[in-house]
């Protein structure tokens, strides 16, 4: 154990300081602070040393040197095991067993600036310096470098009489040496942007051991980022049901992705990491009709998404169904009570949207990074029939919102904001087509074809026109453009051009 009776507290986030102040009064401890941090103390009257009192040297260059001092650093780095506490006893250098420390805002700050001055003024160096020192000698002293620790550390005083077990210090360690390799990382890549140099980092950490893998063979793991992580999964509480697996989790990734396109109540399926069905409607269980008619069989064992609080009545449409996940942004009480028969059915509840700006994927050897297709279309053009419709409009939008979540090769045949038939990953689009129209069946009759890629040959559109079909809408931009629209004008339906293409592999 750690007895704790004297303090180094030199802090920019000053949250909850007034609580870890009174755990150090309660326990009489010594409190030595810096600059601001003294003046809060003894306005809060709490009593302190200030450091310059301390180490009876002044605070120089502005007060970038404070606390880098023999008589700071040796009470901080004193061990008992090699005789150092009474070497530095023979100095009159008291030790210090607790070091409070958190760091000038490098990273907020250099989001506001390129000027090299101020990012130099914003850079730690008596923190960092500090920070480490405690940490590495964590047996012998406990470091805080986060303002949410304090509870902890004030439960640990409180369990111990005023000691700190060396677990609990070791945790603190190893979260120290976490946040300085990370400011120090944000120090790098700022200045390395500057130089318009790139580098990028991905702080990971675990967050679940999964049963397996893709297959039962496959070891797998969860990882998020430290920075955003909570007790959720993907913003998500589970509510109920068996353990969630890796395929899950992609399935829910693909699943939230596409909802979040959407305003109006829709519902979307997904079955590996695809959607096998979608639509809005005025309610939610109209919405979640329209999703399912488009493809029941692929629906058996999907996962179900909503944007709408689900109700009772939904509920017990929803428990006749075999479905691996239901996720909702809420669950009114009776229809939770209903969906928690099913043993085994993950119920999650939607507490938060956390959208992501850059998208990472792991290749055989690196990784590959863009922006997230937030982009839907800027203007159409006309290139064959009439000007569509208001309704026909929002099918449009619909669609290439869809569209955007389908692997590529896609192609979609949509109705009055729902998806009919969805031809999901073939390696040429004719082929997509082929089972995005089957699907529809008669359905296709007056609805619209969407392909998230241009059309290299007017074959689909052959395949279309035969379906009924009424308009297709396409990218447009293949060096065949003149073909396909002199056979769309040969056929009588309407093609439309987005000029944005959807790719998604």
Known sequence: MILIRRALVSVYDKNHLDKLAKTLALHHVEIIATGSTYAYLTENDIPAIAVQDYTGFPEILHGRVKTLQAKIFGGILARPLYEEIEEISKMNIPKIDLVVVNLYP?????AQTEDIEKLTDEIDIGGVSLIRAAAKNFQANVVLSDPEDYIAFHQEMKNNEGKVSVAFSKEMMKKAFYLTSQYDWAIFQKFSELDEECYA???????LSLRYGENPHQNANYWVNPSSESSQVMGCNVLHGKELSYNNLLDISSGLKLIDEFNHPSCAIIKHSNPCGVASADQVEKAHQ????????????GIYVFNQTLNPELAKELSKQFIEIIIAPSYHPEALEILKTKKNLRLLERIESCPEKIEWR?????????EVNHCNFDELTIAAGS??????????????????????????????QATLGIGVGQCNRVQSTHLALEQAGEKAKGAILIADGFLPFADSLVKAAQKGIKTVV???????????IDKAKE??????????RHFKH
């Open 106 to 110: 490098f990273v907020e700050k250099s």
């Open 201 to 207: 980092s991905l702080p990971l950490k675990k967050k």
């Open 290 to 301: 329209l999703a399912f008619e488009c493809d029941p069989v692929s629906a058996f064992g």
């Open 362 to 370: 792991s290749l055989y050897n690196g990784f590959l990074s863009q």
């Open 387 to 416: 000007q569509p419709t208001p309704s026909m409009l929002l099918d449009i939008h619909f669609g290439i919102k869809v569209s955007k979540h389908i692997t590529s090769n896609a192609m979609l045949v949509v109705h009055q």
């Open 474 to 484: 396409e990218p447009g931009g293949s060096i065949k453009d003149k073909e396909v």
């Open 491 to 500: 056929l009588g339906i309407g093609l439309i051009f987005t000029h944005f």
